[in-house]
C-alpha cells in the first residue's frame, strides 16, 4: 500500500548549519507530495508541496526536490535558524477520488543557538 | 483569529467513559476531517466530511462518531473510551477535498 518513511529524529542541529530531513514513499502511480511543520503547541503548517516528478517545492529557505527514480522527497535547507525548531511531516497524497494525504511518523528538529 | 479550533485542548478521563471534542473553523470551508496521532507520532486521518456528508471512514471502531451539525462544524464523539484511544486528535479543513488542509493546534486524550 502507500506509505511514507521518514529519518528518525530527533535531529539536532547548531544555528546556521545545513539540513537534510529523508523522506521516501511507496505509491501506486505518481501522488503529490508536500512537508508539513508543527511548531510548538501549533498545527500542522503545509510548508511546501511537489505535484509531479522533478518539480522543486520551496518556501521559507527550506526546498524538496521530487524524484521519482529514488521515490524520495528530501527536505533541505543551507543555514536552519532557532525558529526552525518543530516537528516535520512528509507527506503523499493518495490519488484515488478520496485524495486522502498519508504521513510519514515525524521528525523533530532542535536547533541550538 | 484562530482558523481552525479545537476544544479542549487536554482531555484527561476514566476508561469506559464518553467524551467529546469540538472542531470548528472560520475559514469557510467545505470539507473537514479528523485525524489521530499516536504515541509513535504516526498522523492517520479517521474521517472526512465534505458539506456536512461523510465522505472518508476509516478503519475505525464504531464507538467514534463523528457529527458536523454544519460546514463549519465537526465534532468527535468517543463511547466507552479505552486504554488505546490515548492520543493527540487533529481536525482540519479545507476548500473541496484536493486542496490544502489547514489543521488545529490538536486534543490531546489520555485515557486512565
Known amino acids: 500500500g502507500n506509505s511514507v518513511t521518514q529519518m528518525e529524529g530527533p535531529v539536532t542541529l547548531s544555528e546556521e548549519a545545513f539540513l537534510t530531513i529523508n523522506c521516501t514513499y511507496t505509491?501506486?502511480?505518481?501522488?503529490?507530495l508536500f512537508w508539513y511543520v508543527q511548531y510548538p503547541g501549533e498545527g500542522l503548517q503545509l510548508l511546501l508541496k511537489a505535484t509531479k516528478a522533478d518539480d522543486k517545492g520551496s518556501n521559507k529557505g527550506f526546498e524538496a526536490t521530487y524524484r521519482k527514480e529514488t521515490t524520495s522527497f528530501h527536505l533541505e535547507k543551507g543555514s536552519v535558524q532557532v525558529s526552525d525548531s518543530a516537528v516535520y511531516f512528509c507527506?503523499?497524497?493518495?490519488?484515488?477520488?478520496?485524495?486522502?494525504?498519508?504521513f510519514g511518523s515525524g521528525t523533530r528538529l532542535l536547533v541550538r543557538p | 483569529d484562530t482558523a481552525v479550533s479545537q476544544t479542549p485542548k487536554y482531555l484527561v478521563t476514566q476508561m469506559g467513559n464518553d467524551k467529546s471534542i469540538k472542531c470548528e473553523q472560520n475559514?469557510?470551508?467545505?470539507?473537514m476531517y479528523w485525524y489521530k496521532q499516536d504515541s509513535k507520532k504516526f498522523l492517520k486521518i479517521m474521517f472526512s466530511?465534505?458539506?456536512?456528508?461523510?465522505?472518508i471512514n476509516e478503519t475505525v471502531p464504531n464507538r467514534f462518531s463523528p457529527k458536523s451539525p454544519d460546514k463549519a462544524h465537526l465534532n468527535l464523539h468517543i463511547n466507552s473510551l479505552e486504554l488505546g484511544d490515548s492520543a493527540v486528535y487533529f481536525c482540519?479543513?479545507?476548500?473541496?477535498?484536493?486542496?490544502?488542509?489547514?489543521f488545529g493546534p490538536g486534543t490531546r486524550l489520555t485515557v486512565l
Open positions: 505509491a501506486t502511480g505518481y501522488p503529490s
Open positions: 507527506a503523499l497524497r493518495w490519488m484515488d477520488s478520496s485524495y486522502k494525504l498519508i
Open positions: 475559514l469557510g470551508h467545505d470539507t
Open positions: 482540519a479543513s479545507s476548500q473541496r477535498i484536493n486542496n490544502e488542509q489547514f
Open positions: 466530511y465534505n458539506n456536512k456528508e461523510l465522505i
